[in-house]
């Protein structure tokens, strides 16, 4: 049962566009959603966490949007450069469990310059 | 160290042959995690230490897999009679004490069974 879908599976922007990444979650324990950032060979990277009492979050160009009611969240990557590209996952957990980290499948985003 | 380090990065075993992954987290972070991560998805749970007890073991995919971390800092998945299903790339991630960070993820080991 996959907990996290994320959307779209990959995305081609220009330079100084808006990058959008959708995820939804079933688990309503979820008390965590972070998003990390994954180069090629490299390790996930944290880019930026939300919880749920928070409707919205931004730290520099990157803003996570939360709606609780509707069990969505997403990404969004403003002034994109093609340094952003990169696979970007949405993931969640609980701490009740541990605060092991279900992720979405993944959104390939490519910039062009 | 200033991430987690995992050992070795690449690792090509004949199916069959047992495999051994280390992960050294980040210092003071007492929970340790391991995921696997197949190509083109995203990584999936498999195990997770606090301390030296492992606390959650339910992604194992198998009683092939095994984990520990006997002093609560380096741990090693251990893999027996690889298969070639079993290749995938495995990450291990550490999390400070506290509820206010997410994990930190190592570089990960590519696994592949030939």
């Known amino acids: 049962q996959q907990q996290v879908k994320q959307s779209p599976q990959s995305l081609i922007v220009q330079k100084g566009g808006i990058s959008i990444i959708n995820c939804a979650y079933e688990?309503?324990?979820?008390?965590?959603f972070p998003w990390y950032q994954q180069f090629p060979g490299k390790g996930p990277a944290l880019l930026i966490a939300i919880r749920p009492d928070v409707s919205e979050k931004k730290e520099g160009r990157f803003t996570i949007s939360f709606n609780k009611s509707a069990k969505q969240f997403s990404l969004h990557i403003m002034d994109s450069q093609p340094g952003d590209s990169a696979t970007y996952f949405c993931?969640?957990?609980?701490?009740?469990?541990?605060?092991?980290?279900?992720f979405g499948g993944g959104t390939r985003v490519l910039v062009k310059p | 160290g200033a991430g987690v380090s995992q050992s070795p990065r690449y690792k090509v075993a004949k199916r069959g042959q047992d495999v051994a992954l280390r992960c050294d987290p980040i210092?003071?972070?007492?929970?340790l995690f391991w995921y696997q991560q197949a190509l083109g998805q995203g990584p999936e749970f498999l195990t997770y230490f606090q301390n030296e007890a492992q606390l959650d073991k339910s992604g194992l995919p198998s009683d092939r897999f095994f984990a520990e971390r006997p002093e609560g800092s380096v741990s090693t998945l251990k893999i027996q009679r690889t298969q070639q299903e079993d290749s995938a790339v495995y990450l291990c991630a550490s999390r400070p004490p506290g509820t206010s960070q997410g994990a930190f993820f190592g570089q990960g080991t590519r696994l592949t069974v030939v």
């Open positions: 688990n309503t324990a979820f008390d965590y």
């Open positions: 210092s003071g972070h007492v929970s």
């Open positions: 993931a969640a957990s609980n701490k009740a469990a541990g605060n092991k980290l279900t």
